[in-house]
């Protein structure tokens, strides 16, 4: 088999293609959600702070010189990273367990138990013709 068509086979697996959609549809994900991070969600919360841009946020180490920039943390874009992050993580929360809902199906009822075997009427048959003569033998008593 030739390597051509081992690959052939390998990407046209549902699996990869699935992998691929969702690639692809998570990349479109990722930009409504740092859309909804940056143009929704912070404005308030930067009003709310007194008008203060996170990513802006910084600790001077070292001020620059002319031939050396400044050396700072940047403390507010890790701030916004981390709101990035808590708000994906939810959107996705969110998405799987809407998905999960509509993937829920009704519970089936239990299968019905198997007819008894020929042996097994038989059997019962014989103990209920016994149980009837125990009965009829005690009542003649």
């Known amino acids: 088999m030739g390597v051509l068509t081992e690959f052939r086979e390998f990407a046209v697996k549902g699996n990869v293609v699935d992998m691929a959609v969702g690639v692809v549809v998570g990349g479109a994900f990722g930009k409504i959600v740092t859309s909804l991070v940056n143009d929704v969600v912070m404005p308030p919360i930067g009003l709310a702070v007194g008008g203060v841009n996170f990513t802006s ?16 943390v940047r403390y507010g874009v890790f701030a916004q990273t981390i709101f990035d992050f808590l708000i994906v993580s939810s959107a996705i929360f969110g998405a799987v367990k809407l998905i999960n809902r509509l993937k829920r199906e009704e519970p089936k009822p239990p299968p019905a138990p198997p007819e008894p075997t020929k042996t097994e009427v038989l059997l019962t048959e014989i103990l209920d013709a016994l149980r009837e003569r125990a009965k009829d033998a005690t009542s003649h008593e």
């Open 57 to 72: 946020l910084v600790i001077t180490l070292k001020d620059a010189t002319d031939k050396t920039p400044a050396v700072a």
